[in-house]
């Protein structure tokens, strides 16, 4: 399993919590972003910049995901193009997606994104918290443990 991180938008605790996670496992961990980052001096955690642009971090993720890697992301889009290769993806707040509901979520998306266009104002989402943070390192160490049996 290759962990791999949609890292731009991606909270700080999150891949504090990733780097740990990387350590204890030995597991390869990469982040992804269109900004340079700096990552644990450790031969199995790397960054990689990519260009800035329109979805240039999701297509780098997607071209390298195999079956069974773990990609941490909050876009819908991409989790979407990660569980149709038979790899995960779980939300930075623990939500992982999957087949049995990736197509609900995109839909929910994609209707939010055209009440913007018609410039009802949807909100953001709550504040990263705590409990946010305690459920993702839950759900991740749930995925990890179920990886060794």
């Not at 990519?50 to 780098?60: L, N, Q």
């Not at 890697?69 to 997606?97: Q, S």
């Not at 709550?126 to 749930?142: E, V």
Request: aromatic share 4%; proline share 7%.
């Amino acid at each position: 399993m290759h962990i791999w991180v949609d890292a731009d938008a991606c909270p700080g605790v999150i891949k504090d919590i990733l780097f740990r996670a990387a350590a204890r496992t030995g597991l390869p961990l990469t982040l992804v972003s269109n900004q340079a980052l700096r990552t644990p001096p450790a031969a199995h955690i790397r960054a990689v910049q990519v260009p800035r642009g329109f979805d240039v971090a999701d297509d780098h993720i997607v071209a390298r995901v195999a079956p069974g890697d773990l990609v941490i992301t909050a876009d819908i889009p991409l989790a979407a193009a990660v569980v149709e290769k038979d790899a995960h993806a779980l939300d930075p707040r623990g939500e992982l997606y999957g087949r049995e509901n990736i197509r609900e979520l995109l839909d929910l998306r994609n209707f939010m994104d055209g009440l913007r266009a018609s410039g009802v104002d949807t909100g953001g989402p709550p504040a990263f918290s705590a409990a946010d943070r305690q459920a993702f390192a839950n759900r991740l160490d749930r995925i990890l443990a179920g990886r060794r049996g």
